[in-house]
């Protein structure tokens, strides 16, 4: 398939042509977006209208290889491009070619690019095994995999064993799920029909007691189906914020098949030649990772002058010690279950179910392994997943697996960088920044560097001999679009994803950040200054391969610079590659095309972005937010939104949208229209009002933004949490002391209030981004209480070092007196040998009216006590830890009114979380029921479609109806209650939490409002939608399959029936 378009190549006055006609598209994209919303004008244009909506439920996917508008005639003299044709398609198709991929094809004798669309199904090889979490669900697997495990029984060293049992498990499970699961579309399909065909039989006669039975059991087993398939798709898409039981199978589908197109790998381009050949792709790129993967035998000078760090003789040791159950079941416990499993094909999820089983064998494999540093290759082997860094990739340098160093604060480099650059411009002095780029920074690591540089920093032989095992041993494997291709061992790099490979690399770097401070300290390069007495010179900024360079605009600095990348290549194997490195010129440099020849880098320009963030920008520029706001778009577009519900978006909302502007808010203040327009993206989503129809918002965003105790969502409000996560800023500048961004900050500004905060920074001096972190210290510091050491950081009146309040404020007459109002607690602490005394005195003598307040002065100053020796420190009010939490400050700073709110009774419940958005929903009266339409100035006939007896209200449809009435009565009566219905869904909730239930277990007692109310209102939607109607029998059937669904989901031993359900309401 294919069609004319993807560039457009003519003259100038063409393209003058092709952007007005490109303005009048967008304009009648926005007149199409308008027509949908106005329902009063609609009648207009249908035709209009019909294609706008036509747009909406159509997609379109990526291009491969996507470069449009190349101009190949020299006599034109103005390029332009424009994306003219495309293919659409409904979602459904997506189905059906999981691996749709729009390709464009050469420009033969027109000036338009043909477009093809490939619709995937190559078949690249058998693929590996993979172990699926939904077989946990199935009943007795614990048994069965204990059964086998233990009947397996194989010499060797304990890893070998393990590997061994684990090779033969796999044969075990394939054979268990051809006879268990089989396919399981056929088994729903299988089911469906079993369940039309008793349902038809009914349309005849009455079902006997056996019919109902196996119709009952045959709903029962659908559902466990189709939780199997959602947790197998929930699986492949890696989509961790949602849970199970939620019914999202379909949006977990289209998630793992976005995965795989993404992923494929159709044509790959090597040396200038295009490889399309499945078997001569999969050769190339084992072939380049292997050459990647091999040391090139070169002798490596040592850096012995090099100054280094030296770890503590007791870190050291403690680094030796044996490896403990405790901390080994800690590891697994806290991984992800569904991570994408290595070579074995078991998930963490099938280690952490089994651990009971297997943790013996495997504490036997950390005992060996501590003893003799060694273990079975075979347990590490690797799968490399490439892939793709930008959309469109074929060239083979384009793909690389993702590594991420995490718990260092990244913050903290971006800080100091724009604080040093701040300085510098104020200063006028000219300089530079010299971005640089790493070549293949983990995979050119060489081991005898890491090794030698573990060595000079004190790392024992046995760590070293540890750590050599881990990378030297592990074998690598490709996945190419599914399949594993090559199996060769490595001779330097450390592997990308490794949690270990970070740390390691974060060593490797550190020679090169003491080379350069040997150069700035022999005054080879200058850095730049920051502070005004005595200033700190920072010369460069490293965080794992993120180098940032800050020197003179001087040739000879630059020189110099180059002669340590080089030296530095030449002892780690690391290379700087210049052609990709940057040089930014910092004020006036006019030589800079000269400065940048030096290095062979290219010329840059401020502002720049540094570690996602941008630097010498100015931080109220509603510009650097725009990539933020764009991402939150992309993750709103197309079908993402159409397979979601609403509990489903909450937790989206929660776990991944809210999280995505959270690196930007952590540093910078965020503008108010910025943070409107991140609500608005954030509301619309929530009540499905991106790009369709019109959704009513039906609770406001001030009542979304409350905690979930207070009766809100807990979505936080993000400018007060912007300024809870900038106040983690303060809480480190008072105690971390030793921290270098501290100390940079503490010159720049000066310090105040003991060393504990900054001066404010008046007039133009100082950046932005610092001073406005330091406004939120009046209210930050009314949070926070200190504990005396020597006393020598605490103002003695100023200061809540003893009591609830500062002296100053709970005695201010006689603070008033005071002879020495700033003095120090240390300077008016007296020590006489091992006698203590205070050492305060007044401008006048006590009259006797203040006496006794002066007695409890002296019991309150006497309560505590300092030492000579001991350290000041702070503590955190509002934290049992007394360490600073961003949530509990956030919590402060909102003040949310306190009102009792029936929480637990509405989210506690395990049913599925659009259940529970469904109920917090109609707790507080907002479900779009009729009179709430009517609120809404919509004409429609007030009625209950339930009874036909009464206007319809959200409490009398599911209390006060008579269906639901006999419901509810139908409920008490197998809970034996006697019950008096209350006037509100929200009263019947708090009654419920309130009442001490005799139902076993209870999670069972919470489930039954959830389930009764979800029930009626499917009814209700049957009756009002559908023109279907249940009989009240048939609805207490529903409820009480619907609740033995949601139980089971919930036990570890499910009820095998409703008769048995119904046994354990009745007790």
């Not at 244009?45 to 990526?62: I, M, N």
């Not at 290595?342 to 005992?367: T, Y």
């Not at 971390?736 to 404010?760: F, H, R």
Request: glycine share 6%; with cysteine; aromatic share 12%.
């Amino acid at each position: 398939m294919s069609g004319m378009g993807d560039g457009y190549v003519g003259t100038a006055q063409d393209a003058v042509r092709i952007r007005k006609l490109e303005k009048q598209r967008e304009a009648e994209r926005r007149k199409i977006q308008e027509l949908k919303d106005k329902s009063a004008s609609s009648n207009d244009q249908p035709g209009l209208l019909q294609f706008g909506k036509s747009l909406a439920e159509v997609l379109e996917h990526a291009f491969k290889k996507e470069t449009v508008g190349l101009v190949t005639r020299e006599e034109y003299v103005e390029k332009s491009r424009s994306r003219i044709d495309r293919f659409l398609f409904t979602s459904s198709v997506e189905d059906h070619f999981n691996l749709l991929v729009q390709r464009r094809l050469p420009r033969l004798c027109s000036d338009h690019f043909p477009i093809q669309l490939d619709c995937g199904h190559v078949q690249w090889g058998r693929r590996p095994f993979r172990f699926e979490n939904m077989w946990l669900k199935s009943e007795g697997f614990l048994d069965r995999v204990k059964g086998w495990w233990d009947s397996y029984s194989f010499r060797g060293s304990p890893s070998f064993v393990v590997a061994s049992k684990l090779k033969a498990l796999k044969m075990d499970l394939k054979t268990s799920n051809a006879e268990e699961f089989g396919s399981l579309d056929a088994r729903q399909a299988s089911l469906l029909a079993t369940i039309k065909l008793l349902d038809e039989l009914e349309d005849d006669r009455p079902l006997n007691e056996s019919e109902r039975t196996q119709r009952d059991q045959a709903k029962i087993d659908f559902e466990k189906t189709m939780l199997m398939v959602e947790i197998c798709w929930r699986q492949k898409s890696r989509a961790l914020w949602l849970k199970d039981g939620d019914k999202n199978t379909k949006y977990f589908h289209q998630i793992a098949n976005s995965h795989r197109r993404k992923n494929l790998i159709g044509q790959l381009a090597v040396n200038g030649e295009v490889f399309t050949d499945p078997s001569e792709i999969s050769s190339r790129i084992v072939e380049f990772y292997k050459t990647l993967f091999t040391d090139v035998g070169v002798r490596r000078p040592t850096l012995d002058n090099l100054p280094c760090i030296q770890l503590d003789s007791n870190d050291a040791g403690s680094l030796d010690r044996v490896f403990t159950e405790e901390e080994v079941a800690e590891a697994v416990q806290n991984m992800n279950g569904d991570k994408a499993p290595g070579p074995d094909g078991f998930s963490l999820a099938f280690f952490q179910f089994c651990w009971s089983i297997l943790k013996e064998d495997i504490m036997q494999i950390f005992h060996h392994f501590h003893e003799h540093g060694t273990f079975s290759h075979r347990l590490n082997t690797t799968f490399i997943a490439l892939i793709p860094k930008k959309p469109g990739s074929v060239e083979i340098k384009d793909f690389r697996p993702i590594s991420l160093v995490t718990g260092r604060q990244i913050l903290d480099s971006v800080l100091i960088a724009n604080e040093c650059l701040d300085s510098r411009m104020k200063l006028g002095d000219p300089g530079v920044l010299c971005k640089l780029d790493l070549e293949k920074a983990y995979d050119h690591v060489d081991w005898g560097f890491l090794i030698y540089m573990l060595r000079r920093c004190g790392f024992s032989q046995k760590w070293r001999r540890w750590i050599y095992t881990c990378i030297s041993t592990a074998k690598f494997s490709f996945l190419v679009n599914g399949t594993s291709c090559g199996f060769f061992p490595s001779s330097r790099g450390l592997r990308q994803g490794d949690p270990l490979s970070p740390l390691l690399f974060i060593i490797v770097m550190d020679a090169l950040s003491r080379m350069l401070t040997r150069a700035r300290d022999g005054d080879f390069i200058s850095g730049f200054a920051v502070g005004r007495s005595t200033p700190i010179i920072t010369s460069h900024v490293l965080f794992a391969d993120d180098t940032l360079i800050l020197c003179g605009a001087d040739p000879s600095q630059l020189w110099h610079l180059k002669c340590v990348f080089v030296w530095f290549q030449a002892a780690s194997g690391l290379k700087v590659n210049l052609g990709k490195s940057e040089l930014v010129p910092v004020g006036s440099v006019p030589n800079v095309e000269e400065l940048a020849g030096v290095l062979g880098c290219k010329v840059a320009g401020l502002p720049m972005s540094y570690l996602g963030l941008p630097l010498g920008a100015f931080f109220k520029n509603l510009a650097i937010w725009n990539g933020i706001i764009e991402k939150m778009e992309q993750h709103l577009a197309g079908w993402k939104r159409m397979y979601l519900s609403k509990g489903a978006r909450l937790t989206l909302i929660k776990s991944t949208l809210f999280n995505l502007p959270t690196y930007y808010l952590s540093l910078l203040p965020i503008p108010v229209g910025v943070a409107n327009r991140m609500e608005k993206i954030q509301r619309d989503f929530l009540w499905g009002g991106v790009g369709e129809e019109f959704k009513y918002h039906l609770v406001s965003w001030d009542r979304v933004c409350k905690p979930i105790r207070c009766g809100g969502l807990g979505i936080k409000n993000l400018v007060l949490f912007n300024q809870a996560l900038l106040g983690k800023w303060l809480w480190r500048y008072a105690s971390e002391k030793d921290a270098l961004w501290q100390k940079i900050v503490e010159s720049k500004y000066g310090g105040m209030w003991g060393g504990w905060c900054t001066n404010p920074g008046q007039g133009p001096y100082g950046s932005n981004l610092w001073k406005y972190i330091r406004r939120f210290w009046p209210k930050f510091v009314d949070l926070t209480y200190f504990k005396v050491g020597n006393g020598a950081h605490l103002k003695f009146w100023h200061h809540q070092w003893c009591g609830e309040t500062p002296l100053k404020s709970r005695f201010p007459e006689l603070f008033h007196l005071a002879s020495l109002p700033e003095a120090s607690v240390k300077d008016l602490a007296l020590f006489e040998g091992s006698n203590f005394s205070w050492n305060v005195s007044f401008t006048r003598s006590v009259q006797d009216w203040e006496l006794e307040s002066v007695a409890e002065f002296m019991d309150v100053i006497y309560s505590v006590l300092p030492s000579q020796e001991g350290v000041d420190s702070i503590y955190w009010k509002l934290s049992s830890q007394k360490v600073f939490s961003i949530n509990s400050f956030y919590k402060r700073l909102s003040v949310p009114v306190d009102e009792y709110y029936p929480w637990k009774s509405v989210w506690k419940p395990l049913s599925p979380s659009k259940v529970n958005f469904f109920i917090w929903t109609a707790s507080l009266g907002k479900v779009l029921m009729i009179d709430n339409l009517r609120k809404r100035q919509l004409v429609l006939l007030d009625w209950c479609c339930m009874c036909k007896e009464a206007g319809e209200s959200i409490d009398h449809l599911f209390l006060h109806c008579n269906i639901a009435r006999e419901l509810w009565n139908f409920v008490f009566t197998l809970l034996g209650l006697q019950w008096v219905m209350p006037r509100h869904v929200l009263e019947l909730l708090a009654c419920w939490s309130g009442c001490l239930t005799r139902v076993s277990p209870t999670a069972l007692w919470g489930l039954i409002p959830h389930c009764l109310l979800w029930v009626i209102w499917r009814e209700r939607n049957a009756r009002s939608f559908e023109d279907t109607a249940r009989s009240a029998q048939e609805i207490k059937q529903l409820f009480l399959t619907v609740l033995l669904e949601w139980t089971n989901a919930s036990r570890p031993l499910p009820f095998s029936s409703i008769f048995e359900l119904i046994s354990q309401l009745s007790l």
